[in-house]
Structure formats: C-alpha cells, structure tokens
C-alpha cells in the first residue's frame, strides 16, 4: 500500500513565523501535491511538482513556497504565517506514467492554526 | 479551466437506504477522467471511484456507482445499501493530463441509524 505521511498532525504558530510542513511518501512516485482545505472551499491546489527539484504554482500560490530535495519529500514552507493562513493542510501524491487517469493518494493532513 | 460544482452540502440517509450525490463540472479537456473521494472524520481522504471520460459504461465499486452524463457534464454518485461507515465527506474531481486534480467543495454525508 501506498502511504503518505505528513510531519505533524496539529501545529500551532505564531504570525510571521516561518513554518515548515513535510509530507514523505514511500511509493517511489514522481508527482508531489499540496493543497489546504478550508470549509466550503472545498480543496484548492497551492503547488505541485512532477519531479525532483520541479515545481509549478498551483491556484492559490500566494504567501507558501515549496521545496523538493528528494523524490520522496515535499514541503511546503510559509515565509510568513499570517492568520488567514488557518487551515487543513494535506498532501498527495501519484504517479506520473499515464497520468491522467491515475489516483492520488492523500496523507492524513496537517491541521495548522496561526495565532 | 475545469471547475466542479457539489449543489449539495449536506446529505443524509437512512441506513441500508440509497442516495445519491450530485457533481457537475465543466472542463475543456478532451481527455480526462472523474472521480469520488471520500474523506472520513479521520481524514485521510480515500478513492471511491473513477470514471474515465471516454468510456460510456458507468463505473461500479461494490455499492457504488456513477451515473456519468457526459453531454450534461454530470457525474453523480449512488451509494446503494447505505451502511455506517459510508459517513463522511465526498468530493468530486477531475483530472487533466498532467495530474492535476480539480476538486468540487464537498457533500457531508451522514447515516442515520
């Protein structure tokens, strides 16, 4: 089974601190996502990256930015967290090899308040 | 750009009962396919189904199934002999050739016993 897996569960910071969440997935796959979740927003895609030290702006790009070192490992890094920046945070990952149709597999999500 | 619509918030069924969640998308893809996840109170969010656009005969898993209406950009979910455990969070999306996923806002499901 593929498996996903974010750093934290729950994080709370302060304004302008600098946050780092990491997502790490064991599958060997070439696509990475990060989305944030709000309430009625449902999931919007912040970025994506489909490969070693590749990354594309998502719709909502604004105030993250993102760094892929390894295949395995994606973070997603808030220069400076501000409050509207609350919210779920979750992670995915598929593979690119007729993409298309292919599933993303979803980590459990990081739950980040910014106080 | 591809957009998902989920008319629905909330939803509620009896068990052992049939409902139906409503998605309607708008895409300029020529390929591309649909899918259901369902995210449980727990999170992780899971694939229900998909459906790849090009094919006509409707997707099943078990006790669910689509009625994909291409020409009406319909993809609706039917959750057949509801049970407890089907209670959750259902989004819609679609795909684009390089992955990206577009999701609907989501449908709350809850199961009454």
């Known amino acids: 089974d593929v498996k996903v897996t974010q750093s934290s569960r729950y994080l709370v910071k302060r304004t302008g601190e600098k946050v780092f969440l990491e997502c790490v997935q064991d599958?060997?796959?070439?696509?990475m996502f990060w989305y944030r979740q709000d309430p009625g927003l449902g999931l919007r895609l912040i970025y994506f990256s489909y490969d070693v030290k590749m990354k594309e702006k998502g719709d909502i790009p604004e105030g993250y930015s993102v760094s892929r070192e390894k295949k395995e490992r994606f973070s997603l890094i808030l220069e400076s967290a501000s409050t509207n920046q609350t919210s779920m945070y979750l992670c995915?990952?598929?593979?690119?090899?007729?993409?298309?149709?292919?599933?993303?597999?979803f980590g459990p999500g990081t739950r980040l308040t910014v106080l | 750009a591809q957009t998902v619509t989920q008319s629905q918030p909330e939803m509620s069924v009896q068990e052992a009962e049939t409902v139906t969640l409503s998605c309607t998308y708008d895409t300029s893809e020529s390929d591309y396919y649909l899918f259901w996840y369902k995210q449980p109170p727990s999170r992780q969010m899971i694939l229900v189904i998909r459906?790849?656009?090009?094919?006509?005969q409707n997707a099943t898993e078990n006790r669910f199934s689509v009625n994909f209406q291409k020409a009406a950009k319909s993809f609706s979910l039917k959750i057949s002999d509801s049970q407890l455990g089907d209670a959750a969070m259902y989004f819609c999306?679609?795909?684009?050739?390089?992955?990206?996923?577009?999701f609907g806002t989501g449908t709350s499901l809850t199961v009454i016993p």
């Open positions: 999306a679609t795909s684009n050739t390089g992955n990206q996923f577009y």
């Open positions: 599958m060997d796959h070439e696509n």
């Open positions: 459906q790849e656009a090009y094919k006509q």
């Open positions: 995915a990952s598929s593979l690119a090899p007729g993409g298309l149709g292919n599933e993303q597999f």
